[in-house]
């Protein structure tokens, strides 16, 4: 069965500067997409980002930028220049093309502090 | 122009009661999903709706019943309410059935008493 683990349960970063989020996954199967959404406290889910399995390159997204390691199952998510908008729950999520669903992890709260 | 709108944002009702939560994308999207977040924001997936046929009908009681009037709606209907169910119920859409990116709903908080 598919997991996803994010080991960070909260973090803080400094307005302008970088953080990066882990994620973790488990999987026997070698198609699948990853994603990386973030939750503001409005709880609407957001998607930030998306990468395909099959793709090597890093996916991007403005100041969002993922480091996907394809053998070693990790999926972290770079935020560059933070702002305080960015304060919010991030999920990472993995997603088969054999189950059908998604998975998401736990989540990873993160503060944006002024 | 709200992508996917769920009506009530808010539901709080007493135990053993029947509600309904609304769920309606205007994306154009073949299939809609439902997710349940608990208190510690773990979200898991309960159903998915691929135009108009069930595809995935996670474990969950059959107290909860989705209904997918057309490919734009799905709506969540729960019976006999329990304390348990208090969660946030988020409806998503996305293009196909698998590989596409799934765009959410702002959620409904249910509280049950």
């Known amino acids: 069965a598919q997991t996803v683990t994010q080991s960070q349960p909260e973090m803080s970063v400094q307005e302008a500067e970088t953080v990066t989020l882990s994620c973790t996954y488990d999987?026997?199967?070698?198609?699948?997409?990853l994603f990386w959404y973030k939750q503001p406290p409005s709880r609407q889910m957001i998607l930030v980002i998306r990468q395909e399995a099959y793709k090597q390159q890093n996916a991007t997204e403005n100041r969002f930028s993922v480091n996907f390691q394809k053998a070693a199952k990790s999926f972290s998510l770079k935020i560059s220049d933070s702002q305080l908008g960015d304060t919010a729950m991030y999920f990472c999520a993995f997603m088969s093309s054999g189950t059908y669903k998604y998975i998401f992890g736990t989540g990873t709260r993160l503060k944006v502090l002024a | 122009d709200t992508a996917v709108s769920q009506t009530p944002k808010y539901l709080v009702t007493q135990m053993g009661n029947d509600k309904s939560i609304k769920c309606e994308q205007n994306l154009g999207h073949d299939t809609m999903y439902w997710y349940k977040q608990d208190s510690k924001k773990f979200l898991k997936i309960m159903f998915s709706y691929n135009n108009k046929e069930l595809i995935i009908n996670e474990t969950v009681p059959n107290r909860f019943s989705p209904k997918s009037p057309d490919k734009a709606h799905l709506n969540l209907h729960i019976n006999s309410l329990e304390l348990g169910d208090s969660a946030v119920y988020f409806c998503?859409?996305?293009?196909?059935?698998?590989?596409?990116?799934?765009?959410f709903g702002p959620g409904t908080r249910l509280t049950v008493l």
């Open positions: 998503a859409s996305s293009q196909g059935f698998y590989t596409d990116t799934q765009y």
């Open positions: 999987t026997s199967e070698n198609n699948y997409y």
